[in-house]
């Protein structure tokens, strides 16, 4: 598409200002591609205008860092809330109640016993830091004792 003088005169008299492309395309009759491609052509430049954003972006870290210690009560209650429903959620699938007596009055009661020597963490710690995943693959190693059941289990050796 052949560009015209009076079109290349208007487009380096008017490309610099203050007007939008879209206004300079409908008095051309071009597209604001073919506006910008001849204009890098003839080494016409549009001014850069400044904004409201500010010029340095904050590191991820520093707005994290922000956010947390304005929220950090309610992070933790999130935190703490997410851990109980999930420690309660894996005693009630080994059956909610102790293997030896039965007790099923309280869950916070209840603890996990590892029945077998291949333990690879404790599953409270898991609970807290870890997947849902890897809780259940270690739970699987594990029975539900009570509190009392538990204590006798470890000291009868004494």
Do not use: T
């Amino acid at each position: 598409m052949k560009w015209k003088e009076n079109e290349i005169k208007f487009l380096k008299e008017n490309y610099p200002k203050n007007i939008s492309l879209s206004q300079i395309s409908k008095k051309l009759g071009k597209s604001i591609r073919a506006i910008q491609h001849k204009a890098a052509r003839i080494n016409v430049a549009r001014p850069r205008f400044s904004s409201d954003k500010p010029s340095k972006k904050q590191p991820r870290q520093i707005i994290d860092k922000r956010y947390y210690e304005k929220n950090k009560n309610e992070i933790y209650k999130r935190k703490r809330e997410r851990i109980n429903s999930r420690r309660e959620e894996l005693k009630k699938l080994l059956g909610g109640k102790c293997k030896v007596c039965g007790y099923n009055k309280c869950l916070s009661a209840l603890e996990f016993h590892h029945n077998s020597g291949k333990k690879e963490a404790h599953v409270s710690r898991l609970i807290m830091d870890f997947s849902k995943q890897k809780s259940l693959k270690e739970i699987e190693k594990c029975i539900l004792l009570c509190a009392n059941c538990h204590r006798e289990l470890h000291n009868k050796g004494l």
